[in-house]
């Protein structure tokens, strides 16, 4: 079945010249250290590989910006890893990009987008990544800055295209004006002594698929996950809410339907700005996000899942009636409940 998928083709530059000048122990020493070097970076990123062929491999992602991400970490750590070889010698890479349907069978990947790909590659230049045009429409812009390189045209295909280049050369990246989104289970320890494995990893496996479709569907990332725990990144503010309910919608029915006991979900909302540093995650609002999710965790009420939000959040959302759904949040005394000088909401998804 046809899948649409984020395509990523990496090759090392001139590789004919570089096995012609080593030996066949330095040439396999040079490939392992490559294939390390690549495997590693898609592993944080959550990219799968679906084949290698020594000097390049054939990756896919959900997400674009995570695509976009791994390849600028590819390219540095090639970079760094071969820049002391001890054989002197050193290796460029290209990558290529493109969003479209695929068939992914027996480990190997077939369809028009792939073959688009394969001849973006052949165009694209050593230390460059190349995007295609679908590719660069669903990119984020305010993480992943690119630029138009030029129209082409591509044997086996009409008209011509435009290709679009990655320019960020990054160590730590800013990222401004996201909506930022923690998710967790309550009781989800009790529930794990409480149910057979079987139940768990399947609950896990639903968990974890609900996450990856509202970002697909909504133009989030998962940007962390840790045991029961995600967090996930949204750039449009009613768009995020919209994720949420559909989220929490599911995996309702998916609990009533497979679990005999109510398992429940707090998820709290903020906007802001934060840092990424080799995929680590920081910054003020990631903190308030943080303590928000903290105050879920004390409240004595909300016998159902949860959506608690930042008054800034509230602030910026246009859909009147996803406002009208929100209420703050008061203390046991009638108080306004106030995290980092933000005022806590309330949103019903029901």
Same mark, same amino acid.
């Given at each position: ?7 990523? *083709?990496?090759?090392?530059?001139? %590789?004919?010249?570089? $096995? &012609? *000048? ?10 392992? *250290? +490559? ?25 896919? %992602?959900?997400? !674009?910006?995570?695509?976009? $991400? ?7 750590? !090639? ?14 890479? /290209? ?20 073959? %688009? ?33 030029? &129209? ?8 011509? +295209? ?8 990054? +160590? ?17 320890? =009790? ?15 639903? =968990? ?16 962390? /996950? ?7 990144? %949204? ?28 398992? =429940?979900?707090?998820?709290?909302? =903020? ?17 308030? !996000? ?14 159902? &899942?949860?959506?608690?939000? &930042? ?17 703050? $949040? ?13 005022? $806590?909401? /309330?949103?019903?998804? /029901?």
């Amino acid at each position: 079945m046809l899948k649409t998928t984020v395509i990523m *083709k990496t090759d090392i530059g001139d %590789f004919t010249s570089q $096995v &012609s *000048k080593l030996s066949s122990d330095n040439l396999d020493k040079m490939l392992l *250290k +490559h294939s390390r070097t690549v495997k590693k970076v898609i592993a944080r990123h959550r990219g799968t590989i679906i084949k290698g062929e020594g000097d390049s491999f054939w990756i896919t %992602f959900e997400s !674009v910006t995570d695509a976009c $991400v791994a390849a600028i970490l590819i390219q540095q750590s !090639v970079n760094e890893s071969f820049q002391d070889s001890s054989n002197n010698r050193s290796i460029a890479i /290209r990558i290529a990009l493109n969003v479209g349907d695929v068939l992914i069978q027996d480990n190997d990947i077939f369809g028009d987008s792939v073959n %688009f790909t394969a001849r973006l590659e052949q165009i694209t230049p050593v230390n460059e990544i190349y995007l295609s045009e679908t590719a660069y429409n669903i990119l984020n812009k305010n993480e992943v800055n690119a630029e138009y390189v030029e &129209s082409f045209e591509f044997k086996g295909f009409e008209n011509k +295209h435009r290709i679009f280049k990655i320019m960020d050369i990054f +160590h730590s990246r800013k990222v401004q004006n996201q909506i930022l989104v923690m998710t967790d289970i309550k009781g989800f320890t =009790h529930f794990i002594e409480n149910e057979s494995t079987s139940t768990i990893e399947k609950l896990i496996l639903n =968990h974890r698929r609900f996450h990856e479709d509202i970002c697909m569907n909504n133009g989030g990332q998962i940007r962390g /996950r840790e045991g029961d725990s995600f967090l996930l990144t %949204f750039e449009d503010p009613d768009k995020s809410i919209k994720a949420i309910i559909d989220f929490l919608f599911h995996w309702d029915s998916y609990v009533f339907e497979n679990i005999e006991s109510p398992l =429940h979900i707090e998820i709290c909302m =903020h906007i802001g700005t934060f840092l990424i540093f080799d995929s680590v995650i920081l910054g003020e609002d990631i903190n308030t !996000v943080g303590a928000i999710a903290s105050l879920g965790h004390t409240d004595p009420g909300s016998p159902s &899942s949860t959506i608690s939000i &930042s008054e800034s959040l509230y602030t910026s959302l246009n859909n009147s009636n996803y406002k009208k759904r929100c209420k703050q $949040v008061l203390d046991e005394n009638g108080k306004t409940v106030s995290i980092r000088n933000q005022k $806590v909401y /309330r949103l019903s998804y /029901r």
